[in-house]
């Protein structure tokens, strides 16, 4: 019998563990930062994220989406993960959350 798994948990799952990943340049997670525009999971528990970066010559264009798939692909029922970079929109301060700019004395 198989367990059944709540889509909408995995995907609070998934948020949670984004918040762990950090922009080496910036102290603050890339959720926080509005990095993250959308995390998809279908019913196979295969996880599409929809990301930027906060330039297109960021130093870390290589290693961070490969660490976010890495991270996502790590919890518990993700059978894969796959990380889709944009640059539309392009990212802005404005993308930030409350608790990111607090955090960079922005507010």
């Not at 870390?60 to 798939?69: D, G, H, I, K, N």
């Not at 919890?75 to 993960?81: F, L």
């Amino acid at each position: 019998m198989t367990q059944e798994i709540d889509t909408n948990e995995l995907g609070e799952a998934i948020v949670k563990k984004l918040k762990t990943i950090y922009d080496p340049e910036i102290p603050v997670d890339i959720y926080e930062l509005g990095l993250i525009y959308d995390v998809m999971v279908n019913t196979d528990y295969e996880v599409k994220i929809l990301m930027t970066l906060t330039s297109p010559n960021c130093p870390v264009a290589e290693s961070l989406p490969r660490e976010v798939e890495e991270k996502v692909k790590s919890i518990e029922h993700v059978k894969d993960a796959e990380v889709e970079i944009t640059f539309d929109p392009p990212w802005s301060k404005d993308l930030m959350s409350e608790e990111a700019k607090l955090e960079l004395g922005m507010l």
